[in-house]
């Protein structure tokens, strides 16, 4: 395995010397191949699909490439890959579409650990037809959410499980496999959340053991967007709202509206873009995409080390994330001062490490931090050990 942070910050122009960036979890700096892609199909002729001229040639080449490119990305079938607006608008419109076939006495699971956006659309879903929710909780010592947990939650009348793959606040994975299993023994559907999972692991819709999955693009180096996978089968048992003249075919059908072709050629070009993170990787797309994100796990661990070790020597500052298995993303806070203070002041010294909830809003209070939350500290593909060593010395600066 080979990864070479400084050749990944060389193609990325949004860096600059004057800051160290430790926002990614809400959103990372897009690389020149994703721009270019952006930009030259806004340049090449572009129409609505069809097999005719140019325009709709060039849209249908895009749609079917980005498709291709998500599936490898997801291990999934480009039949199955359905894009939106955003993961939140996506999971909305599968919560509505699911709960056609929900009523009274039917229950839906959903976890304090989540986003918002892995809660509020299931709770809202069930109440418009009747159906209860039920929470299974975290441990808030050490962040861990177990399939125990969720068990506890499950019944014979649970029609659905939504989980997140990793936790966008504290990084916590939990054992998606093991709780694939429970939800099928239930005879439910189960959904994950993998927004903050996609930008750290190799993604296998499958072994996750996911009925339906979402992530966002521009959480892994690529532009705006949100990505629905399913298995297609699954899809075709979907009826969602739909304009008359619009696609019934399997993915189209829950594509409200022209797709922005200039987007999903980015997202094409950031999944290329990280199949191409270990330099050498060798086959196919998908056998590329694993082997480099098995280099990045690689320089996430050793800088997830790094700032741990940094974190520990200063005694004002706690550290939120303490589950067994989680991503690079850690959450602190710093006793006597507000998580935004000290945002605001690592900010003063170049230094971009967000404070707040991160619309995890039921984790945060669970950990006791109310809706003020923490210090997220989020390391990405491009992060340095330099920049580490830059948070770690403004922050002793800052609590000192």
């Given at each position: 395995?080979?990864?070479?942070?400084?050749?990944?910050?060389?193609?990325?122009?949004?860096?600059?010397?004057?800051?160290?960036?430790?926002?990614?979890?809400?959103?990372?700096?897009?690389?020149?191949?994703?721009?270019?892609?952006?930009?030259?199909?806004?340049?090449?002729?572009?129409?609505?699909?069809?097999?005719?001229?140019?325009?709709?040639?060039?849209?249908?080449?895009?749609?079917?490439?980005?498709?291709?490119?998500?599936?490898?990305?997801?291990?999934?079938?480009?039949?199955?890959?359905?894009?939106?607006?955003?993961?939140?608008?996506?999971?909305?419109?599968?919560?509505?579409?699911?709960?056609?076939?929900?009523?009274?006495?039917?229950?839906?699971?959903?976890?304090?650990?989540?986003?918002?956006?892995?809660?509020?659309?299931?709770?809202?879903?069930?109440?418009?037809?009747?159906?209860?929710?039920?929470?299974?909780?975290?441990?808030?010592?050490?962040?861990?959410?177990?399939?125990?947990?969720?068990?506890?939650?499950?019944?014979?009348?649970?029609?659905?499980?939504?989980?997140?793959?990793?936790?966008?606040?504290?990084?916590?994975?939990?054992?998606?496999?093991?709780?694939?299993?429970?939800?099928?023994?239930?005879?439910?559907?189960?959904?994950?959340?993998?927004?903050?999972?996609?930008?750290?692991?190799?993604?296998?819709?499958?072994?996750?053991?996911?009925?339906?999955?979402?992530?966002?693009?521009?959480?892994?180096?690529?532009?705006?967007?949100?990505?629905l996978a399913a298995r297609p089968e699954f899809?075709?048992?979907?009826?969602?709202?739909?304009?008359?003249?619009?696609?019934?075919?399997?993915?189209?059908?829950?594509?409200?509206?022209?797709?922005?072709?200039?987007?999903?050629?980015?997202?094409?070009?950031?999944?290329?873009?990280?199949?191409?993170?270990?330099?050498?990787?060798?086959?196919?797309?998908?056998?590329?995409?694993?082997?480099?994100?098995?280099?990045?796990?690689?320089?996430?661990?050793?800088?997830?080390?790094?700032?741990?070790?940094?974190?520990?020597?200063?005694?004002?500052?706690?550290?939120?994330?303490?589950?067994?298995?989680?991503?690079?993303?850690?959450?602190?806070?710093?006793?006597?001062?507000?998580a935004a203070e000290v945002a605001r002041r690592?900010?003063?010294?170049?230094?971009?490490?967000?404070?707040?909830?991160?619309?995890?809003?039921?984790?945060?209070?669970?950990?006791?931090?109310?809706?003020?939350?923490?210090?997220?500290?989020?390391?990405?593909?491009?992060?340095?050990?330099?920049?580490?060593?830059?948070?770690?010395?403004?922050?002793?600066?800052?609590?000192?």
């Amino acid at each position: 395995m080979a990864f070479d942070v400084h050749a990944v910050r060389a193609a990325i122009p949004g860096l600059t010397p004057d800051s160290a960036r430790f926002d990614a979890p809400g959103g990372t700096q897009m690389p020149l191949p994703v721009i270019d892609a952006i930009a030259d199909t806004l340049r090449a002729p572009l129409a609505n699909r069809g097999p005719h001229s140019p325009g709709e040639r060039n849209a249908e080449a895009v749609v079917a490439g980005a498709r291709a490119a998500l599936a490898d990305f997801l291990a999934g079938d480009p039949r199955g890959v359905v894009f939106g607006r955003s993961a939140t608008q996506l999971t909305y419109d599968l919560a509505r579409a699911l709960a056609r076939t929900w009523g009274p006495g039917d229950e839906v699971v959903v976890t304090r650990l989540d986003h918002d956006a892995n809660i509020r659309p299931w709770i809202q879903a069930a109440e418009a037809v009747g159906a209860s929710v039920r929470w299974a909780d975290f441990d808030p010592v050490s962040g861990e959410l177990t399939a125990d947990h969720v068990a506890a939650a499950l019944s014979p009348r649970t029609r659905l499980v939504a989980v997140t793959a990793a936790s966008n606040l504290i990084g916590t994975r939990p054992d998606l496999p093991k709780i694939a299993e429970l939800v099928r023994g239930v005879d439910a559907l189960l959904h994950v959340d993998a927004v903050h999972h996609a930008a750290h692991t190799a993604v296998d819709l499958a072994a996750l053991g996911a009925d339906t999955l979402v992530c966002s693009p521009y959480k892994f180096l690529g532009p705006h967007l949100g990505v629905l996978a399913a298995r297609p089968e699954f899809l075709e048992t979907l009826r969602p709202d739909k304009l008359l003249p619009s696609s019934d075919q399997v993915p189209e059908r829950f594509e409200l509206g022209t797709l922005p072709y200039e987007l999903l050629a980015g997202a094409h070009a950031a999944v290329d873009f990280l199949a191409g993170l270990d330099d050498a990787a060798t086959g196919s797309r998908r056998a590329r995409l694993e082997a480099s994100f098995a280099a990045l796990a690689g320089h996430e661990r050793a800088l997830r080390d790094r700032l741990e070790a940094g974190l520990a020597a200063l005694p004002a500052v706690t550290v939120r994330s303490r589950a067994a298995r989680r991503t690079s993303t850690l959450l602190v806070t710093v006793a006597g001062q507000s998580a935004a203070e000290v945002a605001r002041r690592l900010a003063e010294r170049g230094v971009h490490a967000p404070a707040g909830s991160f619309y995890a809003l039921e984790a945060s209070r669970h950990l006791g931090l109310g809706a003020e939350g923490g210090l997220r500290i989020g390391p990405a593909p491009y992060t340095s050990e330099e920049e580490c060593d830059r948070l770690l010395a403004a922050l002793a600066d800052v609590v000192r």
